[in-house]
């Protein structure tokens, strides 16, 4: 057996084969001579995979580390967009009760035009100045809500966008 693993050695040496070789080698279970010189190359290339392995090692836990906060990230995202969802279920409420307080008012008009009193002018004017203060506060809160909506909605698709590439 000697001599095939010198003959796949000389193979080896020529330039074509020493992959063939060293796996025929490692199959056969041959043992190949080995100097002490090969001893130190093969002390220092262990100990250059020991301090590889040690930095993949400590990556593995930074990116481990980076995805956990970013899990965390991600869960304040989550609660950034119930809320969110919140204030538009609240909002909703608000635009039924105004349409409601709308709806009433109109009735209070119609009421007042039918009696052709003007005794309930000043009343319904003051009504309607608070209706029309509550209707722009109701507008500007719509319009900072959908402004909210097209800011989240804008940076989590570039969120995904990011990290689709």
Known sequence: MHSIAQSLIQASTTGRG???ALSTVAVLGLALPVSADDHEQMKKEHAAAHAEHDQWAAEHAKWRAEHMRALA?????QAKIYEHEAELIEHEEEIR???DHT???AEEIAAHE???DDKDHHDLAQKHGEFQTRHKAMAKKHADLGGAHDELTKM?????NAISK
């Open 114 to 116: 039918a009696s052709g």
């Open 103 to 105: 709806t009433h008012h």
């Open 73 to 77: 990230m991600l869960a304040k995202i």
């Open 156 to 160: 989590l698709k570039q969120i995904l």
């Open 97 to 99: 009760d105004h349409e």
């Open 18 to 20: 020493l992959m063939f």
